[in-house]
């Protein structure tokens, strides 16, 4: 081998190392991580986890659930419950399980009005006829943002099938006149045929109690009867929508409920207190 291939191989080899040196130079050595950083962000990932799923049991916990009084709807001839994730269905024929002289004259629960308290009663033309009413309220009912106000017809269900309405009468009427031509239990149909209740339906508070649960308006919050603790409550015991939030037998740990009182509105204020459901007929 000649000096000169020996100068080139030589050449060669250094350029070599030069380049492998350059090249571990620009090599940036790589961080391990801090275990304590490392830990610490664990740790924090963590708890925010935990505070999480937290909350979200304490949202669970404060939430009610009115799928509890399904089976406080007895009178199952005329009305059956369905429970489902969100929503309770109620189904009714809206045919009351008390006397009416509203019944047709063959129906076994046909009978004359008989109220000597009441010389002004005057029997409305209508009569009472089977509904096909289905109720779709929420099963956990909340407050709504934006209140809404009742319509005229149905706004909830009584435990016997029967429809509560509002203090408002029909078109052209007036309300204080219409007292005169409910039965003897507090009720009365309305043109199509839909018997009703408008104030306190006696039938149930005289049979069930007069502080028992009587029904559900269609935001899902309950009604209950005139006594509570043993006292019967007046309008200034209740806010603008006629109901307030305390224990019942039903919920020992309170819930907003509506009562029924003495006077107008009788039922529900101004509006539903959460947000209504929907009634099909």
Same mark, same amino acid.
């Given at each position: 081998?000649?000096?000169?291939?020996?100068?080139?191989?030589?050449?060669? @080899?250094?350029?070599?190392?030069? %380049?492998?040196?350059?090249? #571990?130079?620009?090599?940036?050595?790589?961080?391990?991580?801090?275990?304590?950083?490392?830990?610490?962000?664990?740790?924090?990932?963590?708890?925010?986890?935990?505070?999480?799923?937290?909350?979200?049991?304490?949202?669970?916990?404060?939430?009610?659930?009115?799928?509890?009084?399904? *089976?406080?709807?007895?009178? &199952?001839?005329?009305?059956?419950?369905?429970?489902? /994730?969100?929503?309770?269905?109620?189904? *009714?024929?809206?045919?009351?399980?008390?006397?009416?002289?509203?019944? *047709?004259?063959?129906?076994?629960?046909?009978?004359?009005?008989?109220?000597?308290?009441?010389?002004?009663f005057k029997k409305n033309p209508n009569s009472i006829e089977i509904q096909n009413f289905v109720y779709t309220l929420p099963r956990f009912p909340e407050e709504a943002t934006n209140k809404e106000a009742t319509d005229f017809g149905p706004m909830g269900v009584a435990v016997n099938s029967v429809a509560f309405y509002n203090q408002n009468a029909g078109p052209g009427d007036d309300?204080?006149?219409? %007292?005169?031509?409910?039965?003897?239990?507090?009720?009365?149909? #309305?043109?199509?045929?839909?018997?009703?209740?408008?104030?306190?339906?006696?039938? @149930?508070?005289?049979?069930?109690?007069?502080?028992?649960?009587?029904?559900? %308006?269609?935001?899902?919050?309950?009604?209950?009867?005139?006594?509570?603790?043993?006292?019967? @409550?007046?309008?200034?015991?209740?806010?603008?929508?006629?109901?307030?939030?305390? #224990?019942? #037998?039903?919920?020992? /740990?309170?819930?907003?409920?509506?009562?029924? &009182?003495?006077?107008?509105?009788?039922?529900?204020?101004?509006?539903?207190?959460?947000?209504?459901?929907?009634?099909?007929?």
């Amino acid at each position: 081998m000649s000096v000169r291939d020996l100068m080139k191989q030589l050449a060669m @080899l250094l350029l070599m190392g030069f %380049l492998t040196f350059t090249v #571990a130079c620009d090599e940036s050595p790589v961080d391990e991580p801090d275990p304590e950083e490392q830990l610490e962000e664990e740790e924090e990932e963590e708890e925010n986890k935990e505070e999480e799923e937290e909350e979200e049991e304490e949202e669970e916990e404060t939430k009610v659930d009115i799928s509890i009084l399904a *089976s406080k709807f007895y009178h &199952t001839s005329a009305v059956s419950v369905t429970v489902t /994730d969100d929503h309770v269905i109620i189904s *009714s024929s809206d045919q009351p399980d008390h006397k009416s002289m509203y019944y *047709s004259p063959n129906n076994s629960l046909y009978e004359d009005y008989d109220e000597p308290n009441n010389p002004d009663f005057k029997k409305n033309p209508n009569s009472i006829e089977i509904q096909n009413f289905v109720y779709t309220l929420p099963r956990f009912p909340e407050e709504a943002t934006n209140k809404e106000a009742t319509d005229f017809g149905p706004m909830g269900v009584a435990v016997n099938s029967v429809a509560f309405y509002n203090q408002n009468a029909g078109p052209g009427d007036d309300i204080l006149e219409e %007292l005169n031509t409910f039965d003897q239990y507090e009720g009365h149909p #309305a043109q199509s045929g839909d018997y009703h209740y408008h104030l306190e339906p006696i039938w @149930l508070t005289e049979t069930i109690s007069d502080d028992a649960f009587l029904g559900l %308006l269609l935001d899902g919050f309950p009604v209950y009867g005139p006594v509570e603790g043993g006292k019967r @409550l007046t309008n200034a015991d209740l806010d603008d929508y006629h109901g307030h939030i305390s #224990a019942t #037998a039903e919920f020992p /740990d309170g819930i907003y409920h509506y009562h029924i &009182t003495d006077e107008l509105p009788w039922i529900n204020g101004d509006g539903y207190f959460g947000t209504p459901g929907t009634i099909t007929k």
